[in-house]
């Protein structure tokens, strides 16, 4: 037993000597649970406006939308520089207008039978369940699978943006996307999303300092909101078949 025990130390020494920051996703994870909350909230604002203002909410989607990039690069760059006095206003500003820009799938969601509420609850708890199950992966990769897996999500996102992209240009030329193809790319999502949950678990120890935790908790909080709305995204196509 002995023996054993020392073996598992020495492991977990030798997949610790690259970790530049070892508790940086602990000082993140409150702060992505805060960014969650406050998407929750704009969410509920957002669908609030769909209902009493509808005519309203198309014109301020698109004003939130360019609002989340600025403040997406402008946050980032300065919680990278330390400055997180600065920079967690600024992402808890991000993080209401994410919600309020989910605000528009989360209400399809409630009007597609099938879906509703309950739909939106599967969404959730599998992000939670994601979360488990990524984080006992996602710490125990040697350092070549974590790098091969962080090389091939990264590669698979590049796919789907490219995708995403080319159904957005189908949309906007009123071309209308195949329900099969809409399930296929948010499982594609979905997929790649709790790759990217693991991969955060490997990658962001060994990228982060300790007192860097915005910037983490940014990463992690971007992995789940995405992988909330594939999740929903999948669970409207699946439920509305022609």
Sequence with gaps: ?????????????????HLVGPNVIANALPFVGGGLVLTAVGTYGGLGVIQSFPNLFFPTFFVAIILELVLFFVARNIAENGNNS?????????SLLSGYTLSGLVFVALGTQGVGSQGIAIAALGCGITFVF??????????????????????????????????LIFLLLGVHTA???????SGLGVLLFVGAA??????LPRTYRDE????????????YINLFIFILRLLIAINSRD
């Design 198 to 203: 693991v991969v955060d678990f490997y990658i």
């Design 1 to 17: 037993m002995s023996n054993t025990s020392n073996f598992r130390d020495a492991i977990r020494e030798a997949q610790s000597q």
């Design 134 to 167: 990524a984080r006992s992966v996602g710490s125990n990769l040697s350092e070549e699978d974590g790098m091969a897996l962080t090389k091939t999500i990264g590669l698979g996102m590049i796919a789907l943006l490219v995708v995403i992209f080319g159904q």
């Design 86 to 94: 600065t920079a967690l206003p600024l992402l808890a500003l991000y």
């Design 179 to 185: 329900s099969w193809l809409e399930i296929a790319i």
């Design 212 to 223: 860097q935790y915005l910037p983490a908790a940014l990463s992690m909080y971007l992995t």
